[in-house]
């Protein structure tokens, strides 16, 4: 196959296939996981040190990183390739992660069992998001804090994940209908749907690349096979701040009752 048009494969196993849902986890980790020190610092021992559990987790890097800051970790994720996948490099690396497949609005978990819940690569993804925010509250435990990144919905953001990640054929990464417009939210639409579900939003964060530029660049010679994904990370940079005029972080924790 050419290496200007190549198959976009999500969660296969081919490395030559371009899978724009992990090429994303590793772009978003380190920034993923700085903002989980900072919600840890600011949550104390109530979640430091507990059951975490990720939803969403795809081949595993957040997983694994939760593991190696002393979380004991669940890993949720609907794919059974990809969890296959994430356990192997687990096993590999020695990490405590249990890996389970299902889907983020029904989760074979018990009620409050976790300090630590990261909705990653779902929320933006799900026709229900009321059902995987009721879930991951029901496992949340009574001190605990839920994490969550998502895309907000501007025209920018429309632009970049249903436009140039979906469309485009220079930047193309994801298979058609990944994305769509209804199920991008806005920060005050995350934050009412939260609270439906007895949960109070304490902050939001926007977070972007450094050089919007060099995310383009690092896209295309992905597709061009010229660099491997784990070589994404510090060619494009996100950072933590500013406006969340396309991706955001959050966290909640549940209201008094």
Request: a positive charge.
């Amino acid at each position: 196959m050419a290496a200007s048009t190549p198959r976009i494969e999500l969660d296969g196993r081919d490395p030559a296939a371009v899978d724009g849902r992990q090429l994303r986890a590793v772009a978003f980790q380190d920034v993923r996981l700085a903002y989980v020190r900072e919600v840890v610092r600011d949550a104390g021992s109530a979640v430091a040190g507990n059951a975490a559990l990720v939803v969403g987790n795809g081949r595993g890097p957040l997983a694994g990183s939760l593991a190696g800051l002393g979380f004991a970790v669940t890993a949720v994720d609907p794919s059974a390739v990809a969890t296959e996948m994430a356990r192997t490099e687990s096993a590999a690396r020695g990490l405590p992660v249990e890996h389970v497949v299902a889907d983020a609005e029904k989760l074979p978990v018990g009620d409050g069992a976790f300090g630590l819940v990261y909705v990653a690569d779902t929320l933006e993804t799900s026709a229900d998001l009321d059902g995987v925010v009721r879930e991951a509250a029901r496992v949340l435990a009574p001190d605990g804090v839920l994490v969550y990144d998502t895309v907000n919905r501007t025209w920018l953001a429309k632009a970049i994940y249903l436009g140039a990640f979906q469309r485009f054929p220079g930047t193309r990464i994801m298979p058609p209908g990944r994305y769509a417009a209804e199920r991008l939210r806005t920060p005050g639409e995350m934050a009412d749907v939260l609270a439906r579900h007895g949960l109070a939003n304490e902050d939001t964060r926007g977070f972007k690349p450094r050089n919007p530029l060099h995310l383009v660049t690092a896209t295309r010679k992905r597709r061009q096979g010229k660099i491997t994904d784990e070589q994404i990370p510090p060619l494009v940079d996100f950072v933590l701040g500013g406006n969340p005029l396309v991706t955001y972080l959050g966290y909640a924790r549940r209201t008094a009752r």
